[in-house]
Nanobody, 115 residues
Framework: QVQLVESGGGLVQPGGSLRLSCAASGIIFSAYPMNWYRQAPGKQREWVAGVSSGSDTSYANAVKGRFTVSRDNAKNTVYLQMNSLKPEDTAVYYC?????????WGQGTQVTVSS
């Protein structure tokens, strides 16, 4: 059973920073690409960033240059460092991986960017 547990969300002012964490279990973590998605109220869930098993990274255009995804295989954890946050970054952020052909999701962590 794959488990993904996100943490690190909260309320931050525009221009501020947050670091999200996602602890994974039930998989050989180092072998799996990991992704971050987000879902804002009334909108579809959207892909934000991904990191391959070899630590290659990719980003959605909306966050490129502001967010950094990384992984620590020793801790079975993937991170999302979010800088220069904007109100439009407000969303529930989810960790994701695909295992045996199925998408697995964490419970999500709320990020609110507001003054």
């Amino acid at each position: 059973q794959v488990q993904l547990v996100e943490s690190g969300g909260g309320l931050v002012q525009p221009g501020g920073s947050l670091r999200l964490s996602c602890a994974a279990s039930g998989i050989i973590f180092s072998a799996y690409p990991m992704n971050w998605y987000r879902q804002a109220p009334g909108k579809q869930r959207e892909w934000v960033a991904g990191v391959s098993s070899g630590s290659d990274t990719s980003y959605a255009n909306a966050v490129k240059g502001r967010f950094t995804v990384s992984r620590d295989n020793a801790k079975n954890t993937v991170y999302l460092q979010m800088n220069s946050l904007k109100p439009e970054d407000t969303a529930v952020y989810y960790c994701n991986t695909v295992h045996r052909g199925r998408n697995w999701w964490g419970q999500g962590t709320q990020v609110t960017v507001s003054s």
